[in-house]
């Protein structure tokens, strides 16, 4: 028989081998598609190791930098803005006695008041959906931008004391009934000299620079700043926790007490901070925190890439990294989130003075214990609640234990989680009956009591007289002032007239504007004191030459970009001042150590996960098949072949 061409048998199998390719083909085109579709749905994070350290080419040394104590700033008036300068009245003082006097003296006792108004009735979460991360920064602003201690001990004369009665019916903290319990008041310091006669009144100072300056982060002074400084590499100080970079902390005997007073007095570590109040609770300790790693984040950036700068040096350089993002975030993020967006920045305004005024500081900077959660929510990285969670309010104060224990991660996420409460005149039971941990100041603490007490101290007027000298017209009766029946008749019943009311239950009893958390007191007074902070600094970072070229990079900067860079969290929503529970609308990534390739939830990663396993073991299956199909085949050619023989 005549032989037969080997290409002509080749050719017959071509069908059957070009079908078991194509369905081969198939499926890797499926599960590669698959694998697309998986990686972009949970993002691909980058590693925090690339993070942005702000390099810029032929990076100078600095050449200015911010004092400590904020003087300098204003060439012709040195000492604006800087510690001890004159808070500002924007209103008439309104002393008992024309000169010093607590105001208000024929008002009803502040605890009462606050039984009757700022008891929470039901929880209304803030209508804008503004996450706990909003009252946290607000409380870090504030801490930065004043500050208006108490009398202490070494007061000349001794302590004002003007301690805040309890009423005997006070079943929460007064449960003996008792007509002599008290709540612990100490008047505020005032300026020396003032207060002497009605021409004289009592004035009063900022204890901390007005600029947005970090002063809560390095300190006012050479003092503070030494502090809280490594001495090297222009890092600042932190404590190794178990892999993790903490405030500094130091072994101490001090003994204090817990919350509830159920336990004896124990040893506790103490921590240094230049401000002792963001040691105050575990929140604001955590903004704290983020910041001091992101200082020494960029720290060791600068000096790798400039080895030759000194300690100094490169300190400044990376405290005036720190400082530009802190002033990026409060105006980019945080105060469009209150409803508050201030005309564009025209630049330096070297007539302006910063200073602060009492009516920002009594009636709006301390607003976010209004808007604070009865309880901390914790959350792993799936966002199921950890054991230790919900963690009561008051176990988040004066000590740094939740911190220590699971790190600053589940408090992260929970705050960004989460809603914080309406802006409103009703506080959790938590703030209203809070037993002090701090042995500066022992006792029941009534925030909402406390607020009332500070406002008559320093002599503020009431409610209506701030409007009217303000220009925004008084209200006529309680119902003029809100459309809430509940809170009009608590208003009636707490005070006689609505011209006799305190300044901070009024402004907190307006009704919002629109898209605001504020009424239109506080709107106002926040618009006129932002401005002046921003417009009034000469080291504002869109006016420092020396940043100019990472403007675009420094305004693209967000919060959740800082909680990423330094924590251990890797998945979160890009504007975390607006709370979010979805994981799915956490479209801001960054792994961490090692790049992961897949990040987000963990329920979606098993599906995505399943699915290309079973893809997976399908083409193996068909592949196997088709290597049986194309044997088989080659056993047929082979006979045929034989029988074409």
């Not at 802006?423 to 039971?429: Q, W």
Request: hydrophobic share 35%; glycine share 6%; with cysteine.
């Amino acid at each position: 028989m005549p032989s037969r061409n080997l290409s002509e048998v080749f050719a017959r199998r071509i069908p059957s081998m070009s079908k078991i390719s194509q369905i081969s083909i198939l499926y890797v085109c499926i599960i590669l598609v698959s694998l697309s579709f998986s990686f972009s749905a949970v993002g691909v994070p980058v590693s925090k190791e690339e993070s942005s350290t702000f390099q810029i080419e032929n990076e100078t040394l600095p050449q200015q930098w911010r004092s400590l104590n904020g003087s300098g700033n204003n060439i012709a008036n040195p000492s604006w803005g800087s510690v001890g300068s004159e808070m500002s009245r924007l209103t008439d003082a309104n002393f008992s006695d024309n000169i010093s006097s607590l105001a208000h003296s024929e008002f009803k006792n502040p605890r009462e008041i606050s039984n009757i108004v700022c008891d929470e009735i039901e929880i209304i979460n803030d209508s804008n959906g503004l996450s706990s991360i909003n009252s946290l920064w607000s409380e870090f602003i504030r801490n930065d931008v004043l500050f208006a201690p108490h009398q202490d001990s070494l007061h000349p004369g001794g302590m004002e004391e003007a301690h805040i009665s309890i009423p005997a019916d006070d079943e929460i903290i007064n449960p003996s009934g008792s007509h002599s319990a008290q709540m612990r008041y100490i008047r505020t310091e005032f300026i020396d000299g003032s207060g002497t006669d009605e021409n004289n009144t009592r004035k009063y100072s900022n204890q901390a620079s007005s600029w947005i300056d970090g002063s809560s982060i390095y300190g006012l002074n050479n003092a503070e700043n030494s502090w809280v400084r490594s001495g090297s590499g222009g890092r600042v100080s932190v404590t190794d926790w178990l892999g993790s970079d903490m405030i500094p902390a130091y072994d101490s005997n001090v003994f204090v007490s817990n919350w509830d007073g159920s336990e004896s007095h124990y040893n506790q570590i103490q921590f240094s901070l230049a401000d002792d109040r963001n040691g105050e609770n575990i929140g604001v300790s955590t903004l704290h925190l983020l910041f001091l790693r992101e200082h020494n984040r960029l720290a060791d950036a600068i000096e790798e890439r400039n080895p030759d700068w000194s300690d100094e040096q490169i300190f400044q350089r990376a405290r005036k990294l720190v400082i530009a993002q802190i002033q990026v975030i409060t105006y980019s993020e945080y105060l469009p989130s209150l409803g508050i967006n201030l005309p564009e920045y025209k630049g330096y305004n070297s007539s302006m003075n910063p200073e602060i005024s009492n009516e920002f500081f009594l009636l709006v900077s301390n607003s976010f214990t209004s808007q604070r959660n009865d309880a901390w929510l914790l959350l792993n990285d799936s966002r199921i609640e950890i054991s230790s969670s919900p963690l009561q309010l008051e176990r988040g104060y004066w000590t740094m234990d939740p911190i220590l224990d699971d790190g600053i991660e589940p408090l992260i996420r929970g705050a960004a989680f989460e809603p914080q409460r309406e802006n409103d005149v009703a506080l959790v039971s938590n703030l209203r009956n809070l037993l002090s941990g701090k042995s500066s100041w022992p006792g029941w603490i009534d925030e909402c009591a406390m607020a009332i007490q500070l406002g008559r101290d320093r002599g503020i007027t009431d409610y209506n007289s701030i409007r009217s000298q303000l220009g925004y017209g008084k209200y006529l009766n309680w119902s003029d002032l809100t459309e809430d029946e509940n809170i009009s008749q608590q208003l009636s019943q707490a005070y006689d007239s609505i011209d006799g009311m305190d300044a901070i239950i009024g402004v907190l009893s307006e009704p919002r504007m629109a898209n605001s958390v504020f009424g239109e007191t506080q709107y106002n007074l926040a618009i006129n004191q932002y401005s002046m902070l921003r417009d009034s600094d000469n080291y504002w970072y869109a006016n420092d030459p020396e940043l100019v070229p990472l403007l675009s990079e420094l305004n693209n900067t967000s919060l959740s970009d800082i909680i990423l860079r330094n924590s251990e969290v890797e998945s979160i929503q890009c504007n975390v001042f607006i709370a979010e529970s979805n994981v799915e609308n956490f479209d801001c990534h960054l792994s961490n150590n090692q790049i992961s390739i897949i990040d987000g939830d963990n329920t979606n990663q098993g599906i995505y996960i399943g699915v290309l396993l079973i893809l997976i073991i399908m083409g193996i299956i068909v592949i196997s098949k088709s290597g049986q199909v194309i044997e088989s085949s080659n056993k047929s050619e082979e006979l045929n072949y034989g029988d074409d023989e």
